[in-house]
């Protein structure tokens, strides 16, 4: 989902994630702007998954900080000129491991919501239309660009 969106996805997903923190540790702070910032309040999003799987004694083989300036490095890589900027559809690389954690985390406390394992309508089409968009914006990458014309 999130090479098919350019990412928009990430941020939903890091949108949820500050939603269910905000609701458990009934702290005030705002999903949709640390959303919005996402690149750099991942480092926080990142460390707080981690301690809550280190506080239900899982085995964690991450760094949050690591992953963290991962994905803020990953996120600025789309100023690069072409084709480096394709380096960018890498961001969803950092959250591997995380999003493997919080199955771990569901797998001892369940969401209430229960698991999500099958991708709806939405999501396919999402898939399909993105990914058109993703295969044209590669091969335009690469096409050689008309001189004089």
Same mark, same amino acid.
């Not at 941020?11 to 996402?38: G, H, M, T, V």
């Not at 999501?123 to 690469?142: E, P, S, Y």
């Given at each position: 989902?999130?090479? !098919?969106?350019?990412?928009?996805?990430?941020?939903?997903? !890091?949108?949820?994630?500050?939603?269910?923190?905000?609701?458990?540790?009934?702290?005030?702070?705002?999903?949709?702007?640390?959303?919005?910032?996402?690149?750099?309040?991942?480092?926080?999003?990142?460390?707080?998954?981690?301690?809550?799987?280190?506080?239900?004694?899982?085995?964690?083989?991450?760094?949050?900080?690591?992953?963290?300036?991962?994905?803020?490095?990953?996120?600025?890589?789309?100023?690069?000129?072409?084709?480096?900027?394709?380096?960018?559809?890498?961001?969803?690389?950092?959250?591997?491991?995380?999003?493997?954690?919080?199955?771990?985390?569901?797998?001892?406390?369940?969401?209430?919501?229960?698991?999500?394992?099958?991708?709806?309508?939405?999501?396919?089409?999402?898939?399909?239309?993105?990914?058109?968009?993703?295969?044209?914006?590669?091969?335009?990458?690469?096409?050689?660009?008309?001189?004089?014309?």
């Amino acid at each position: 989902m999130s090479i !098919c969106t350019f990412g928009v996805y990430e941020l939903y997903w !890091c949108y949820k994630n500050w939603q269910r923190i905000k609701e458990r540790a009934r702290e005030d702070l705002s999903p949709f702007w640390r959303a919005f910032f996402a690149p750099f309040w991942g480092f926080s999003l990142f460390e707080r998954i981690h301690e809550a799987a280190v506080r239900r004694h899982l085995g964690i083989g991450w760094s949050a900080g690591l992953l963290g300036a991962l994905y803020f490095v990953l996120s600025i890589t789309w100023r690069l000129p072409d084709p480096w900027w394709l380096i960018s559809i890498m961001t969803f690389a950092p959250f591997i491991p995380v999003v493997q954690t919080i199955q771990e985390i569901n797998a001892t406390e369940p969401a209430a919501e229960g698991p999500n394992g099958a991708y709806s309508g939405g999501n396919i089409a999402t898939v399909i239309i993105g990914g058109l968009f993703v295969v044209l914006a590669v091969i335009f990458t690469f096409m050689p660009a008309e001189v004089g014309a």
